[in-house]
């Protein structure tokens, strides 16, 4: 389940590429959930491991998930 969530997540995911060539990613529904990365499979895998904490955390704090 916390698999699907994770992969739903970032099929959702915007990426685009910044003035200085780095890459940014963020999920819109993920409240401060971003990556920056100097290729865009590096941000990719920014982006899921931010989200994995960002889950793990809000878990801990008692927040319902999006």
């Not at 997540?9 to 990365?37: C, K, M, S, W």
């Not at 931010?50 to 998930?65: A, D, M, Y």
Request: charged content about 25%; overall charge negative.
């Amino acid at each position: 389940m916390l698999t699907e969530y994770i992969q739903a997540a970032l099929h959702r995911a915007n990426y685009e590429i910044l003035e200085d060539g780095t890459f940014y990613a963020e999920v819109p529904e993920l409240q401060g959930l971003y990556a920056n990365a100097s290729t865009l499979e590096a941000c990719r895998e920014e982006l899921k491991q931010s989200l994995e904490e960002w889950i793990v955390l809000g878990l801990e704090l008692g927040h319902n998930l999006p």
